[in-house]
């Protein structure tokens, strides 16, 4: 009986390794119809105009709790001393404004920002920070952002604007993502259900009886 026991608790012991969060894949890309921009292309008349480009953004999936990715992202801005305002936070998403800088605006969005006749001063960036929690585990935290210049057109006979809406190139948004990867691909990853399962039920079972049994072997 206890050669049986032992074997089993052995058993156990060898799959919650197979499970451990040393062999899980910590981070991982996104499916890429994450970004899917595909409703009523299928029924949409030939008339009718083209949709419009695929939404920008960048994706990633983590092995860890939503709230953990959430916070860690917050104490990064911190640290990097970003000049956040407006933001609104909640355990699985984050929306803030950010201050920039000419050359900050130059370097996140698309050619297009510099093709056009304004003398950049600054700008703006409305980022929203999503994260999920999928059944497998995973997180998937989303970032989009959208820009705003702010300048003065050098055409005097344009009208001048508050603002100009800019289009991002994703390098804001890889930057955040790279963020999470240094952060977390070094980090023992979340119990996944299955792990938890094994660890906190299995094995403690038998444990439990080996040491009621003990006695009895004893005498």
């Not at 050098?154 to 809406?165: C, G, H, N, T, V």
């Not at 390098?171 to 259900?193: D, G, M, Q």
């Amino acid at each position: 009986m206890i050669l049986l026991l032992t074997t089993a608790l052995i058993w156990f012991s060898s799959a919650a390794a197979r499970q451990s969060p040393v062999s899980q894949t910590v981070v991982r890309p996104c499916a890429d119809s994450w970004n899917s921009n595909s409703n009523g292309k299928k029924n949409r008349p030939k008339s009718a105009k083209k949709a419009p480009a695929q939404e920008t953004g960048a994706c990633l999936e983590l092995a860890f709790s939503a709230l953990e990715i959430q916070e860690y992202l917050q104490s990064h801005a911190r640290e990097e001393q970003w000049k956040i305002s407006e933001d609104q936070m909640t355990e699985d998403s984050w929306i803030f404004s950010l201050e920039l800088e000419k050359s900050e605006l130059l370097r996140d969005t698309t050619e297009d920002t510099k093709s056009k006749r304004v003398e950049w001063t600054g700008g703006s960036v409305r980022v929203h920070v999503n994260t999920a929690q999928l059944p497998d585990g995973y997180s998937r935290t989303i970032v989009r952002a959208s820009f705003r210049g702010y300048g003065r057109s050098a055409d005097q006979f344009a009208m001048q604007r508050e603002y100009w809406d800019l289009d991002s190139n994703n390098n804001f948004e890889e930057s955040i993502l790279k963020a999470l990867r240094t952060r977390f691909a070094t980090s023992p990853a979340s119990e996944t259900p299955q792990m938890r399962t094994l660890e906190e039920f299995a094995l403690p079972q038998v444990r439990k009886y080996l040491k009621g049994t003990a006695g009895s072997f004893s005498e």
